[in-house]
């Protein structure tokens, strides 16, 4: 059997516009103090994917419109809705009191596995990346209804935070949607 690549104009696409009006996703995606303008528009990428319903930049985390959030997110910050809030602290005691699931992704004592995580049926998640040194802060994972760990078997402590995004938005959206 052979393969051919399909063409862009070939993958149904919608545009911003049906994009906008999609139901989205129960989740929101929410970046602590991220320093790389290329993750950011990494993530972007992803939440566009997967129809993700907010992203909430915080702290030193850039926002667009910027030319290296834009060389990686690829237009995703026309589509995804996002917002600033400087304080993320402040931002989780928000969203808890709206009834949103809080989940840091970290590593952390008493952690649950990525893939042993259940979601609830309407409910609403917000997942926390961390800083590329310093991961989540402490005071997030310590107001985080639940800390979840991507399970890893090498040598590296972690991954980087665009791939946990990935990993983590796709099982988010698997469990949420799809089951």
Same mark, same amino acid.
């Given at each position: 059997?052979?393969?051919?690549?399909?063409?862009?104009?070939?993958?149904?696409?919608? @545009?911003?516009?049906? =994009?906008?009006?999609?139901?989205? +996703?129960?989740?929101?995606?929410?970046? @602590?103090? #991220?320093?790389?303008?290329?993750?950011? $528009?990494?993530? %972007?990428?992803?939440?566009?994917? =997967?129809? !993700?319903?907010?992203?909430?930049?915080?702290? #030193? +985390?850039?926002?667009?419109?910027?030319? @290296?959030?834009?060389?990686?997110?690829?237009?995703?910050?026309e589509s995804?809705?996002?917002?600033? !809030?400087?304080?993320?602290?402040?931002?989780?005691?928000?969203?808890?009191?709206? $009834?949103?699931?809080?989940?840091? #992704?970290?590593?952390?004592?008493?952690?649950?596995?990525?893939?042993?995580?259940?979601?609830?049926?309407?409910?609403?998640?917000?997942?926390? %990346?961390?800083?590329?040194?310093k991961g989540?802060?402490?005071?997030?994972?310590?107001?985080?209804?639940?800390?979840?760990?991507?399970?890893?078997? $090498? +040598?590296?402590?972690?991954?980087?935070?665009? !791939?946990?995004?990935?990993?983590?938005?796709? @099982? %988010? =959206?698997?469990?949420?949607?799809?089951?």
């Amino acid at each position: 059997m052979k393969h051919r690549k399909l063409k862009n104009s070939e993958l149904d696409r919608v @545009d911003v516009d049906a =994009f906008i009006a999609a139901k989205k +996703t129960p989740l929101i995606i929410v970046l @602590d103090n #991220i320093r790389s303008l290329n993750n950011i $528009g990494s993530v %972007f990428r992803t939440a566009d994917a =997967f129809l !993700v319903e907010k992203i909430y930049l915080c702290g #030193i +985390t850039a926002t667009p419109p910027h030319k @290296d959030i834009q060389k990686t997110a690829l237009g995703a910050t026309e589509s995804v809705k996002w917002e600033y !809030v400087e304080s993320t602290d402040v931002l989780i005691a928000s969203l808890k009191k709206e $009834g949103v699931i809080v989940c840091a #992704i970290e590593q952390a004592e008493q952690s649950v596995s990525l893939e042993e995580y259940e979601i609830g049926s309407n409910k609403k998640y917000a997942v926390v %990346f961390g800083n590329e040194v310093k991961g989540v802060q402490q005071s997030i994972v310590s107001a985080s209804d639940a800390v979840i760990e991507i399970p890893q078997f $090498g +040598t590296k402590h972690s991954l980087n935070i665009s !791939v946990s995004a990935g990993v983590v938005v796709w @099982d %988010f =959206f698997k469990k949420l949607t799809l089951s």
